[in-house]
């Protein structure tokens, strides 16, 4: 090593001394030489250091006095005031008559490089000269600015790119550049420039480095430094294109195929990621979360953006969930967009399918309509269906990207082949890709046309209407009559919500025409199908066709005689417009016949015939004739038969009655011979009248004639009775019969006909009595009769009869009709009402309801309650929702003999909300009656709802069958469906519960379709429990896995086998056993299934141990036939046996020492440390070769801690291990090709150990009774080492002592260990404790020593002293343990405060302490003769050190003038 003098105090520098010339290694010991001389010399000294910056940790200085005699001097050295002990100091040498002497010390150099100031001070007899400090100096330094730019030509990016790095005024000139890249060294040479400046005369330089780097890696963010390298430090700049470029993040755009492009695609389709950005980023693809294969993806760039593309099968888009975009590049933060491809889960949209009525009145007849509402997904096309057939084209739709639901329709014609009866119609609504929603069915709309032809009622003065229906897939009317077609007068279309078209067509015909009976057809036809059917109507068909009655009138005898002209007249009773013909002796009459006229009930006829004609007559017959009834005629016989006595009758007239005459009389005379006469009547046999002369024609034969005469209301009588006579010539007379009584009160009886249900209710009513007249009444209101009739019997009292036909409909309202039989000539009247109460039983009816089954609700968008009213009357039925009148649609109550019929129609959903429900039949008739039916179930305990795969399915070999366990069922309306991940797979499974009370439990079975066998599939069941709860079962989990094996090795309890376990798990696992390709029988297996449906298989394989041990490779196959998949694993002793297991660690430990001087053999020991050594082996080897005799292997050892230990031993040869061959140790598992290896040999560089006691700290000796010494033993090589104690020269039992096994430092070369010596505190004696250490390096043992250990903490009195100096007292107080001590300071014995400084306790090398309290002088009022005391108190001990001041001096010395002061210990007090 050189040294270099550059400095000393006295600031004189001396060039003859540098570090070219000065090594403290030529100084050698020297030779001491005294000469004698009577003068001295002071030494000059001057510092010497390390030349350069060295090596290693420390710097070396040097101290060099010279000049100096005699030779004896002294260095001391000291580090910012401290002393330091580890110098050296060479003798000195001898010059001439003057000596030269030199000191080194090693400094730290990390304190030499903090410029920390070192000393070297010399003492010598002839004067100390100034000492010389040491401190590392320090140089001129500039650091150099640095920067970094990019440069380059026209544009960025098209030309290439050159990075200059510039550093700028920096001293000294050394400097080195280096360049990186990414933090890596960068090998291409750069170009560089040294600049010097000359700046206020002081030189600094600057310097350039240029490099070009590769573009690609430029443009892709790569990061270049320059690193320059001064003064030992660095000066880095980093520049990159990220730095050139803002670094936002990319804007990304995905384009990606429509939904359209998908469902059509037949191979591929492509999604696009548009980047833009000014980097070549890298695009990357994720789907799903996976990268997709290279080949499918391409990237491209044009000016501003980067393309990226994806192609993938359109099937496997379908599959997709989630597609992910992203754009890496080192310049920016990670940037990517990513699309959901399978959309949120949307409301099921409303889908409804109907027949286009706007198309077919264009002439399209079979187009149907898709009406889809609620939508909420854009992604969907539709399809129609012919009884689940497909018989459109997808029909794809693109809805607006605006928010909210959306509506649309979509039509197509059906195909011909598909116009069946039997065919019904849907259409689907595919949302996404794997979503359908279905609409209701059109039913079956290419039906036959049928027809219904009916009697409008009409004005009697108006035209007849006649309406005629059709019903079918497209039918039209015509209307015909007699074949020739009729316009219609208006018709109307529609169509029903099954698509089936209802038209209808009005004909009005005239009255007139119609009343001729003339048939007319209505003619439905539908040309599509070619189908027509007929039907036709007349006023024959329409009303009753029973002949009439007919009355002849014919005229009177007077008459005849009397007038030239008589007429006879015909009255038909008939509702037809009849054709009225007179015949004269069966011979139409060629005589005037007036026109024909009618009421409401008759048709009269006259026929005008000559009198002399009519005295012609024989008969007379009034014929009726109409197309509607058989011919009906009535005939008059004329002319009288030969005279006799004639017959006299009186009756009242009947015609005179009918023409208001009430108190007429007719006076019948038959059997007249031609003779004259005359005709008087009587009132209780006395003449009324007077005589009426009759002129007999003179004609052969007896004649007849009617006299009448009207009663003077003188005789209106009750007891009055007429007769007439008939004066026949003078002497002749002949007395009628009496009348009887006449004039009686009206009476009257009213009854009630039996009607045709259909048909009207007829009242017939029945009066008698003189003149009686019949009117009706309902509520006060006359009613018209719709017939009567007029008779009187032979005694002359009047018998009317009237016909009242009511409608049904009034009648069954309990309505009353009375019938008022009233005499207006007597002024007198009776009445008697009936009604349909009076007539039928008035017991209010039964009634029954039968409301709609829970699957009728669930499963149709209308249902219909029927409420049965038992009863005779027209009741008014009413229904009642909740107590409200329902404002639903109710159908027109029909009826039949014992009931009425009433149907509600509700919607399901207006349903579901019901609570009760009631029919309510009123009538007049009877107290109101209704029937409440409870629609609303009571409220139910939840049921418990669970869903498994069915193991016993599962064993007949259906293995994707559910079962969903219902149980604590208590309400009957239910249905149960499946779900796959939440979508209804199965049909509504509805339930009938048996009427019972208590809870239920069912099972419902559903297999599933293989397109839902599905790894991400999971299935549950739910139980919809009346219209709006449901519960839902735990889902099955995903049990379409694929298979999976477990194989495990079973502890054995058979000797000599080994059982092998095998577990399968997946949907339907099966297992078998292989080895060596061969299968092997399982000696047992079983099957089971979990909550979650998957199934557990497993299979037991016993194997024989010896064949076990040969390491055979056995095979456990799980296979799923079902899902075509199958797994294997397989075991040996080897795949059992982990990695870890087969991984030792091996420690060789040489011969003990004891062994050392052996001629012989010494032992080498192995030890081999693992979790399981049973099958692991151990070779030795010596200086390199194989040793396989004189070795012995124990058997595995184990240990608490999970652990063994395999012990081998080898005896080597004394010679070969003082040869310093090496001894190797390997141990190996019989499964693994890798070995584990330990060595030993004996060692040529010995360390000898450092043996150390550590000294007990005062806590420690204090804490108890017990304490522990610690020796260190250190830096020792090898490390086999005996340590052991000795007290008072007495080895120690090494129960006393703990020896800890020796560990090397991390980096270290040598070893270290520890030995705890436990000592009592009682026991100890001042003993004197020795550590003794053993080392092959030496065969001396190493020692370390420690006296007196608990000298410190045993009682040792203080001895004090007091000092006196000019400014202050010291009390020293010496000698005394334990530690602790006080020390106060008293002026006079007064409490008052001074002003004194007290040092800690100082530890001495005999464990006492000694301590010292200074009390300055300043600020003390001493005066002379007071007292200032130092009390010192120890322990039980208190001292007293007392000091007074004296008037005078003169004898007084202070320790600052190094003399010592007289001290009187006044007081020794044990307290």
């Known amino acids: 090593m050189r040294y270099y003098s550059y400095k000393f105090l006295s600031e004189v520098s001396i060039d003859s001394l540098n570090c070219d010339n000065w090594a403290f290694d030529y100084w050698g010991k020297g030779t001491m030489v005294t000469v004698s001389s009577a003068a001295s010399t002071q030494p000059t000294v001057f510092p010497l250091m390390q030349c350069g910056s060295g090596t290693g940790n420390t710097v070396t200085l040097g101290c060099f006095a010279t000049g100096f005699t005699p030779s004896s001097l002294t260095y001391a050295w000291t580090k910012n005031g401290a002393a330091l002990t580890n110098s050296i100091q060479y003798p000195p040498v ?53 920067t970094l730019h990019p440069v380059w030509y026209g544009e960025l990016g098209t030309s290439p790119v050159r990075l200059i790095c510039t550093l700028s005024d920096f001293f000294p000139e050394t400097l080195s550049v280096n360049w990186q890249q990414d ?213 794809y739709v693109d809805l607006p990207e605006t928010p909210g639901l959306h509506s649309i329709t979509r039509r197509v014609t059906i195909p011909s082949n598909y116009w069946t009866n039997d065919t019904s119609f849907t259409c689907t609504v595919n949302q996404g890709f794997t979503r359908k929603f279905t609409s209701n069915s059109t039913g079956s709309f290419f039906v036959d046309p049928s027809v219904e032809l009916l009697l409008v009622p009409s004005d009697v003065s108006g035209p007849q209407r006649l309406l005629c229906s059709g019903w079918g897939f497209n039918p039209q009317i015509k209307w015909f009559s007699e074949s020739t077609q009729r316009p219609s007068s208006s018709s109307d279309i529609s169509m029903d919500a099954d698509g089936r078209v209802a038209v209808t067509s009005e004909l009005k015909i005239p009255q007139k025409e119609w009343k001729t009976g003339k048939v007319f057809i209505c003619e439905v036809s539908d040309k599509s199908l070619n189908k ?249 209101t006359q009613r018209p009769s719709s017939s009567s009739d007029i008779s009187m019997d032979a005694d002359g009292r009047v018998a009317v009869t009237s016909e009242l036909k009511i409608p049904q409909k009034e009648w069954k309202t309990g309505k009353v009709f009375i019938c008022e039989v009233s005499d207006k000539s007597l002024n007198k009247q009776v009445r008697q009402n009936i009604s349909v109460c009076s007539a039928c039983s008035s017991i209010p009816p039964s009634i029954t309801v039968e409301i709609p089954s829970f699957k009728t609700v669930m499963s149709t968008s209308q249902v219909q309650a029927t409420c049965l009213v038992l009863t005779a009357f027209d009741a008014k039925v009413t229904w009642l929702m ?4 329902s404002p639903s649609k109710t159908d027109r109550p029909d009826s039949n003999t014992t009931h009425i019929f009433s149907n509600v129609s509700v919607s399901s959903s207006q349903w579901k909300q019901l609570k009760h429900i009631t029919c309510r039949a009123e009538h007049a008739c009877f107290s109101l009656a209704e029937k409440t039916i409870s629609v609303a179930e009571p409220a139910a305990t939840a049921p418990s709802v669970e869903i498994r795969r069915s193991l016993p399915e599962l064993l007949k070999g259906n293995s994707a069958v559910l079962e969903c366990d219902v149980t604590q069922l208590s309400s009957s309306d239910l249905y149960v469906t499946f779900q796959a991940n939440s979508v209804d797979i199965s049909e509504k499974q509805y339930v009938d519960l048996h009427e019972a009370s208590g809870v239920h439990s069912i099972t419902k079975r559903f297999t599933v379709p293989q397109t839902h066998w599905k790894k991400d599939t999971r299935f549950t069941c739910t139980v919809n429990q009346g219209f709006s709860t449901n519960f839902v079962s735990n889902s099955t989990g995903n049990i379409f896995v694929d298979p999976s094996v477990e194989l495990l090795l079973v502890p054995s309890d058979v000797p000599g086998l080994q059982r092998l376990l095998c577990s399968g798990w997946g949907f339907n696992p099966q ?195 017990v304490l522990t010494l610690t020796c260190l033993v250190s830096g020792f090589f090898p490390s086999n080492v005996i340590v052991y104690w000795e007290e008072n020269g007495q080895t120690l039992p090494s129960t006393h002592y703990t020896n800890s096994p020796a560990w090397k430092y991390t980096g270290g070369s040598t070893y270290s260990m520890s030995s705890r010596l436990n000592t009592s505190k009682s026991e100890d004696t001042e003993s004197t404790y020795t550590c003794v250490v053993k080392h092959e390096s030496s065969p001396t043992p190493f020692e370390s020593t420690i006296e007196d250990v608990f000298a410190e903490v045993t009682y040792s009195k203080p001895s004090a002293t007091l000092l006196q100096g000019s400014r202050e007292i010291v009390c020293l107080v010496s000698g005394f343990s334990p530690a602790r001590i006080n020390i106060t300071w008293l002026l006079d014995d007064s409490q008052d405060q001074l002003d004194y400084n007290t040092s800690e306790p100082h530890r001495g090398p005999k464990g006492k302490f000694s301590v010292q309290s200074h009390l300055s002088l300043t600020g003390v009022n001493w005066l002379p003769g007071s007292v200032l005391i130092c009390r010192v108190t120890h322990a039980n001990t208190t001292l007293s050190l007392n000091i007074t001041k004296t008037d005078n001096l003169e004898h007084c010395d202070f320790f600052d003038d190094n003399t010592e002061a007289v001290v009187n210990q006044d007081m020794d007090v044990e307290s």
């Open 183 to 395: 933090n890596q060294p960068f090998n291409i040479q750069p170009i560089q420039r040294k600049l010097q400046v000359l700046e206020r005369q002081e030189k600094i330089f600057g310097l350039t480095s240029e490099i070009e780097p590769n573009m690609t890696e430029w443009e892709a963010g790569s990061a270049f430094i320059c690193k320059a390298t001064h003064n030992n430090n660095d000066f880095t700049k980093m520049i990159s294109i990220c730095q050139i470029y803002t670094c936002t993040p990319p804007s990304i755009h995905i384009e990606i195929p429509s939904f359209m492009t998908v469902m059509m695609a037949t191979s591929n389709v492509m999604a696009t990621c548009s980047v833009h950005t000014v980097f070549n980023a890298k695009v990357t693809w994720q789907m799903d979360g996976r990268l997709p294969p290279s080949n499918k993806v391409r990237q491209i760039r044009n000016e501003t953006h980067l393309i990226g593309t994806l192609t993938v099968s359109s099937r496997e888009w379908k599959q997709l969930r989630l597609i992910k975009c992203k754009a890496e590049h080192r310049c920016l933060s990670s940037a990517e967009k990513s699309i959901h491809l399978s959309e949120p889960a949307a409301t099921a949209p409303s889908v409804e399918i109907r027949r286009s009525l706007p198309e077919l009145l264009k002439g399209n007849s079979a187009v149907l309509e898709c009406d889809v509402t609620q939508l909420s997904s854009s992604d969907l096309y539709i399809t129609f269906q012919a009884d689940s057939d497909n018989i459109s084209k997808e029909l």
């Open 532 to 780: 027509q059917v007929r039907q036709n109507i007349s006023l024959c068909s329409a009303c009753s066709s029973i002949p009439p009655s007919i009355t002849v009138e014919i005229p009177s005898f007077k008459t005849v005689m009397s007038t030239s002209q008589v007429q006879a007249t015909c009255l038909v009773r008939t509702a037809f417009d009849a054709k009225v013909t007179w015949l004269m002796d069966g011979r139409v009459s060629p005589s005037k016949t007036d026109r024909p006229d009618s009421n409401t009930t008759h048709i009269f006829s006259n026929v005008s015939v000559s009198s002399s004609q009519w005295k012609q007559l024989k008969h007379i017959t009034c014929r009726a004739e109409h197309a509607c009834f058989s011919l009906a005629e009535k005939t008059i016989s004329v002319a009288e038969p030969a005279a006799t006595a004639p017959s006299v009758e009186i009756r009242r007239s009947l015609p005179e009655l009918l023409k208001g005459n009430s108190a007429v009389l007719e006076c019948d005379v038959t059997q007249l011979s031609s003779s004259d006469l005359y005709v008087t009547f009587q009132a209780n046999s006395v003449d009324i009248s007077e005589k009426q002369y009759v002129d007999l024609h003179e004609a052969s034969g007896v004649h007849s004639i009617t006299r009448r005469f009207t009663v003077p209301q003188t005789h209106w009588k009750k007891d009055t009775r007429f007769t007439c006579t008939v004066n026949q010539g003078f002497s002749t007379n002949f007395v009628s019969n009496s009348t009887g009584n006449i004039f009686v009160d009206p009476s009257v009886e009213l009854l009630l006909v039996p009607s045709d249900v259909s048909g009207l209710q007829r009242l017939l009513c029945s009066g008698w009595g003189f003149n009686p007249q019949i009117k009706w009444f309902s509520e006060s």
């Open 94 to 146: 001898q010059k001439g008559n003057l000596y030269t002497g030199i000191s080194q010390i090693q400094v730290p150099k990390q304190d030499w490089d903090q410029r920390q100031t070192f000393q070297c001070a010399v003492t010598h007899a002839a004067g100390n000269p100034p000492a010389v400090s040491f401190q590392k100096p320090v140089l001129r330094v500039v650091s150099p600015n640095i």
């Open 1071 to 1265: 297992i078998k056993w292989f080895s060596e390709s061969t299968q092997r029988p399982s000696s047992s297996s079983d099957i089971s299934m979990d909550a979650d449906g998957r199934v557990a298989v497993t299979s037991e394989l016993k194997i024989p141990q010896k064949e076990w041990k040969t390491g055979k490779v056995f095979i456990c196959e799980v296979s799923d036939k079902s899902l075509n998949k199958q797994v294997r694993q397989n075991i040996s002793l080897c795949s059992v046996t982990p990695a870890s297991s087969q991984i030792v660690s091996v420690y060789v430990e040489g011969p003990p020492l004891h062994q050392l001087q052996n001629e012989g053999q010494v032992t080498v020991t192995c030890l081999l440390v693992g979790p399981s050594l049973n099958d692991f082996s151990i070779t030795w080897k010596v200086g390199g070769k194989e040793y396989s005799p004189g070795f012995h292997t124990g058997p595995p050892v184990s240990h608490s801690n999970g652990t063994e230990t395999l012990r081998s031993s080898l005896n080597v040869s004394a010679e070969d291990w003082h040869a310093y061959k090496q001894v190797s140790c390997e141990g190996k598992h019989q499964c693994s090709s890798q070995g584990f290896e330990g060595h030993i040999s004996k060692s040529r560089d010995l360390y000898p150990p450092t043996v150390k006691i550590m000294q007990p700290t005062a806590s420690e000796l204090s804490a108890s009774d």
């Open 882 to 885: 909740d107590g409200r009148v």
